[in-house]
């Protein structure tokens, strides 16, 4: 028996009724079929013919959606054939398949291979066949008719046996990862942020490598409303950004409006659906703060230069005097003795953050942390939960592997029951994840690939635990990870960016910490939104004692 994958015109399907594939040999006879693509608007050369004997009807024919994580969503069409003495003229069943939303239809003639010889196959059930080899679009209606050859002749009764199905929309689980959806954005994840600057909204969000162009839009909302019917436009920009899965930023002018009642939306340009794409909204987070720029309104000329010379005058003195007391101290020297470990050189580190996902509080803990790192202390951060995409096409063992390799610092975040998972955890095989693509799985996983690499003392540096104070302590780290760097949030955070950027604690002095703030710009919007995320995940941890 021959299997072939479906190309331009044929493909082979051997199915058996009850049993589904079927092996066959020589000694059992059993009943195949091959189905061979059919030109849909041009009747099969049975019909010219007129037969003495015809087979009877199709007694039933059922349609249903089979999803692979290997290929695009199918088709699956099975039929029974009615269990009668007309069966042994019965010689092929055609298929006709239309997509109703354009009218373009499909025909596939499946031929037997055998002459039936029994009414019932050698269990003493009906005969069933399944097609399935016609991939499926989303959110679409299909009308699928079936009839046996040879047909009927003009005075017979002609075929009755047809159904009518619709596949699912983009927002389900088993197509989102079509072509199709994939094309309008069915797994892009903005993880808007947004806080007031003066007079406007600086928007930060996550751009996708589908989508070149983004639309950005303030409403004025009175009333939570998740569809904004009740809102007041304010403000829309547009604007283009690389396509890639990276952090961006714009500002819209928001009026004045009280920040309480401001809604962002994102709308982006997939070419899917170009305009008409799903759009994401989130309320104003006032509770984060943002830097205020104070800039003179109308200053005049001679004023402004001499601010200019003041200021060069001030920058000249203190990088004289910097340059003075990093000389006298030693630290330019061993600065560039250490280049290559200390990355002197200004480049951002990787980390690559991994976490234990106890909860979507924790979780929003763990993004604020990661946002913290990528604009207070300058690194390139790689987190799940950015790059759901990335994770969904190569997978889970994949990406992880290609971003230990890629990381400068691992960072593992550890929550309270992050050490009995790890005692609960049977020991499982990385190819038991392959097949999952749940951000669950990413912890226990991650446990199981690198603790080889926790029994090398040399690849330890690597590595780096943390977590949060008042929350976990230091119990909570599971033994594997015991012999790596730990440090506490928000207590240990200055050693926390200086580690990153691969500088031991004991290089930096607390007089060096100006000058290190002046390297690594303090982000103070990022840093209360941190703050924020883990005093909601405290309280979070205490209502779950009561």
């Known amino acids: 028996m021959n299997y072939q994958h479906y190309n331009a015109r044929t493909f082979f399907l051997i199915f058996l009724s009850g049993w589904g594939p079927v092996v066959c040999d020589t000694q059992v006879l059993e009943q195949d079929i091959i189905c061979e693509e059919h030109d849909a608007y041009i009747p099969p050369t049975e019909w010219t013919i007129k037969n003495n004997f015809t087979p009877s009807d199709l007694q039933s024919l059922k349609v249903k959606l089979v999803v692979s994580s290997e290929q695009s969503p199918t088709l699956n069409i099975s039929w029974t054939i009615s269990a009668d003495g007309s069966i042994a003229n019965l010689k092929a069943t055609m298929i006709r398949i239309e997509n109703l939303r354009n009218y373009m239809s499909h025909s596939f003639q499946c031929k037997y291979t055998q002459i039936f010889l029994t009414q019932t196959n050698p269990w003493n059930k009906k005969w069933e066949f399944y097609f ?16 046996n050859i040879p047909t009927a002749n003009i005075e017979g009764d002609p075929p009755t046996k047809s159904q009518t199905f619709k596949t ?5 689980d088993n197509v989102k990862y079509h072509e199709h959806c994939v094309s309008e954005g069915s797994l892009w994840e903005p993880n808007i942020s947004s806080f007031f600057t003066g007079d406007e909204v600086e928007v930060v969000f996550t751009t996708s490598k589908h989508s070149l162009k983004y639309a950005i839009l303030l409403f004025s909302c009175k009333k939570p409303s998740e569809k904004l019917d009740n809102c007041e436009f304010l403000n829309m920009i547009t604007a283009e950004f690389q396509a890639n899965e990276t952090r961006s930023t714009k500002r819209i002018k928001a009026n004045n409006k009280d920040c309480e009642i401001l809604v962002i939306q994102i709308a982006p340009y997939f070419h899917g659906c170009q305009s008409d794409c799903h759009r994401h909204a989130k309320h104003m987070d006032c509770k984060i703060e943002s830097p205020t720029e104070t800039t003179p309104k109308n200053p005049d000329k001679k004023e402004s230069q001499l601010l200019i010379i003041a200021a060069t005058l001030v920058f000249a ?60 202390c300058q690194c390139k951060v790689i987190i799940d939960i950015w790059q759901t995409q990335k994770i969904a096409e190569m997978g889970q063992v994949q990406w992880l592997a290609t971003q230990k390799e890629t990381a400068d610092k691992i960072v593992v975040i550890c929550s309270n029951s992050a050490n009995s998972k790890w005692n609960s955890t049977s020991n499982p095989t990385a190819e038991d994840y392959t097949v999952s693509t749940a951000l669950e799985d990413m912890y226990s996983l991650t446990l199981n690939m690198f603790s080889s690499d926790l029994k090398c003392p040399a690849a330890l540096n690597k590595y780096m635990v943390v977590y949060f104070d008042e929350i976990s302590t230091g119990k909570n780290i599971p033994p594997a990870f015991s012999f790596c ?14 580690s990153m950027h691969g500088a031991p604690d004991h290089r930096f002095s607390q007089d060096t910490d100006t000058l290190l703030c002046s390297k690594f710009p303090c982000n103070k919007e990022s840093t209360q939104q941190l703050r924020n995320a883990i005093l909601e995940l405290k309280e979070w941890e205490k209502s779950m004692l009561v």
């Open 132 to 147: 399935s080899g016609f991939n499926a679009e989303p959110e679409t209606h299909y009308y699928v008719s079936a009839f």
């Open 317 to 376: 003195i203190l990088l004289v005097v910097s340059i003075y007391a990093m000389w006298k101290s030693g630290k330019t020297r061993r600065c560039l003795a250490d280049s290559a470990s200390n990355n002197c050189s200004g480049s951002p580190a990787t980390i690559l953050i991994i976490y234990s996902l106890e909860s979507r509080i924790f979780q929003k803990a763990v993004v604020a942390f990661a946002e913290f790192l990528q604009l207070h």
């Open 168 to 172: 699912p929309d983009c927002e389900n």
């Open 485 to 498: 760097k730990s440090y506490s949030l928000m207590k240990e955070i200055g050693k926390i960016c200086k």
